[in-house]
């Protein structure tokens, strides 16, 4: 009777990817950041899986959304696909998103 052997630990604490917020610029794990992504109609949605195809951006919390407005991140982040859109930015959803939590 051989007892199965037990998984090795994960030696490496791999703590994974970090992108940097669009609104305060400070880097964090991608996980702890909420992920945006541009829906059909050129607007920032919130992607809470991260999995959304396509370009992403990342922002800690609603306060950071202000920040990013204000800093037109947004333009910069999706400066192709908002001039598709026509350059208008509606982030209604996004920030009501944002306040809901999951
Ligand atoms: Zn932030």
Do not use: N, S
């Amino acid at each position: 009777m051989t007892k199965p052997a037990t998984q090795p630990a994960e030696t490496t604490k791999e703590p994974g990817p970090v992108r940097t917020c669009l609104g305060c610029g400070k880097k964090q794990l991608k996980t702890l950041l909420h992920r945006l992504v541009l829906d059909d109609r050129h607007q920032p949605l919130l992607d809470r899986p991260q999995t959304a195809p396509g370009r992403g951006a990342y922002l800690c919390g609603p306060g950071c959304l202000t920040a990013a407005i204000k800093k037109k991140a947004f333009h910069r982040a999706f400066k192709k696909a908002l001039a598709t859109g026509g350059g208008t930015l509606d982030t209604t959803t996004l920030e009501a998103d944002l306040q809901t939590k999951r």
